[in-house]
């Protein structure tokens, strides 16, 4: 522990107990080194604190009437995603303490806990956080500097979700570890998995790419395998599968999850033995590959279902790596129209520049459930059929143009919502609550809890603009 009494100089703590003693004695505790630390006896009263003010650590009693310390941890974090938290409690067992760091907790302390204890977590939690600040500012700064390339493609953003991703992929690339990619259709996967190989130690040797939904299950096995001369009709001679082509190399398995149980045995078997067999023979071939996989299905519900391995999946996701939606990473949309914009302006030898305001608020506010590939769709159609040097909201299709945006002048800026005066309140309701669900990731239980209304209350009104609509 640091010698320094002023070791938690510059940082905010909340602590959040409904025991006043035990708050006003870490109180004491904290500010006798330097820290700002704020009370409250409620996990209600927690958030509007946090909602208000910069909050940098929070200490919760994991057993409070009404919100838990559990209940808290995931609304803060909801408002602002990188407060860590420090659960404590009188009741501790094995499953309060995996249920509280499975939810993300930074550590799980047992009262009654000594001083030391408390300030040896705390300090490291907070040295944490800095080194995390600085992290996130080293790898704007490098972004910025050398943006990422993948055979000349750039893998473009700038948002916090986006740079999470790709400090993952790069520290993921240069190890053996099998790798597993989440995400919707269009969001980029295999050029993610390009970008694995590429900044591996395989980089030089073959990536071979398989679309599992692509091909029917009667020609996908003979296609990952190869199959001898006479293995079945129409085989008149030999083929290399595409394990063998990958040997050295990288074998990307596009959409994993349609692979039929027979194949997953088999493709569990090369994973498990680095050889194969091809169909029809009898010769055990031995191959050497790192296997990148992707889907855009719940494998994890697929197995509880019986149409996915359950010993597969964990050799597949070894390292598992989640792609954010498009709409999930609102700041890169204007960077990635840019950067089609440009492209396909050359590619088609036309003097397109850019958007009109009208055009970028259209699509800054439109949802793209196609990812970065209906955007780029969408680009390319404006700069091939606009007359313009600028592309404006007559140029875009009409799902973009028609979308729900924001009434009035109601503007999103990253997270935040910029809302003027004079907004019609049944507007300012709408708007607070389709964004916060959007944060929640729809849970409406949570939802209702930041917003500081009943659940039924956000059920009665998304009805009520169903039915509108």
């Not at 630390?37 to 200490?59: H, K, M, N, T, Y």
């Not at 949309?333 to 950067?339: E, G, S």
């Not at 520049?353 to 780029?376: I, K, Q």
């Amino acid at each position: 522990m640091s010698g320094d009494k002023q070791r938690f100089r510059d940082s905010t703590i909340l602590v959040v107990d409904d025991e006043p003693e035990h708050v006003q004695s870490l109180k004491r505790l904290f500010e006798r080194d330097g820290a700002r630390v704020r009370v409250a006896g409620s996990g209600e009263l927690a958030l509007e604190i946090v909602r208000a003010e910069p909050v940098d650590l929070i200490l919760a009693d994991l057993m409070m009437p009404g919100m838990t310390g559990q209940d808290l941890m995931k609304a803060a974090r909801a408002i602002r995603s990188d407060i860590d938290v420090i659960v404590m409690t009188a009741f501790a067992t094995v499953e309060n303490a995996v249920a509280a760091m499975r939810e993300g907790a930074y550590d799980f302390i047992q009262k009654p806990f000594k001083s030391a204890l408390i300030l040896r977590v705390v300090e490291r939690a907070i040295e944490r956080r800095a080194l995390r600040a600085e992290n996130v500012m080293l790898r704007k700064e490098l972004a910025e500097a050398h943006p990422d390339q993948v055979r000349g493609r750039p893998i473009i953003g700038r948002s916090p979700a986006m740079l999470a991703t790709m400090e993952t992929v790069l520290q993921a690339a240069p190890s053996t570890a099998t790798v597993l990619l989440h995400g919707e259709s269009g969001t980029g996967k295999e050029l993610l998995a390009r970008a694995i190989h590429e900044q591996s130690t395989r980089v030089g040797q073959p990536f071979v790419v398989v679309n599992c939904a692509a091909l029917p299950e009667t020609i996908l096995e003979s296609e990952l395998f190869g199959y001898e001369k006479g293995a079945f009709t129409g085989a008149v001679h030999q083929k290399e599968g595409r394990v063998e082509r990958a040997h050295g190399g990288t074998l990307f398995l596009d959409e994993v999850a349609e692979l039929s149980l027979p194949v997953q045995a088999k493709l569990l078997r090369v994973l498990q033995e680095n050889e194969i067999e091809r169909l029809g023979g009898t010769k055990t071939i031995q191959v050497d590959f790192r296997l990148v996989s992707a889907t855009n299905r719940d494998l994890e519900s697929m197995v509880g279902e019986g149409t996915f391995r359950e010993d597969l999946f964990y050799r597949l996701n070894v390292i598992g790596i989640r792609l954010p939606a498009l709409r999930d990473r609102p700041e890169d949309i204007p960077l990635i129209a840019d950067h089609f914009v440009r492209l396909y302006a050359k590619k088609n030898g036309k003097a397109v520049m850019g958007f009109t305001d009208e055009a970028r608020t259209m699509m800054a506010t439109y949802g793209w459930p196609g990812n970065v590939r209906e955007l780029e769709n969408v680009i390319e159609r404006a700069v091939v059929l606009t007359r313009q040097e600028i592309i404006g909201a007559a140029d875009l299709p009409a799902p973009v143009r028609t979308a729900q945006h924001e009434p009035g002048d109601i503007k999103r800026e990253g997270r935040k919502v910029v809302i003027p005066i004079g907004t019609k309140l049944d507007d300012v309701e709408r708007v607070m609550i389709r964004e916060t669900l959007a944060q929640t990731k729809g849970d409406k239980s949570l939802a209702a809890q930041l917003l500081g209304i009943a659940a039924r209350t956000i059920y009665r009104k998304l009805e009520a603009e169903r039915k509108k609509d």
